[in-house]
Nanobody, 121 residues
């Protein structure tokens, strides 16, 4: 499985971005996909995940929206009303098994992309 993120960039506070993660490889190995981010000096944190349901970090609900286009093997993360504290490297991750209770556990994901940088000023 390979994951390739795109769509990051430098934006002003209040702006929007849509990140994309295009996947390749056996679909059975990437049933469950998620977005994580790592801000400078901070631990990696789960942003959102999706299988047959969607899950969000509590403090990010409302501004972040995850979606998937299975025909394009692509997952998206729409971020609205960007804030300077959203500055981070954003990663997509995938795994075969689905378990809603552990969606934010980075150690349970088998596949990771290289990340796309989001900088908000």
């Amino acid at each position: 499985v390979q994951l390739v993120e795109s769509g990051g960039g430098s934006v002003q506070a209040g702006g929007s971005l849509r990140l994309s993660c295009t996947a390749s490889g056996p679909s059975s190995s990437r049933n469950y996909m998620a977005w994580f981010r790592r801000a400078p000096g901070k631990e990696r944190e789960g942003v959102a995940a999706q299988d047959w349901a969607t899950y969000y970090a509590d403090d990010l609900k409302g501004r972040f929206s995850i979606s998937r286009d299975n025909a394009k093997s692509t997952m998206y993360l729409q971020i609205n009303d960007l804030k300077p504290e959203d500055t981070a490297m954003y990663y997509c991750a995938a795994r075969a098994a689905s378990c809603a209770l552990t969606w934010a556990r980075a150690d349970l994901y088998n596949y990771w992309g290289q990340g796309t940088q989001v900088t908000v000023s």
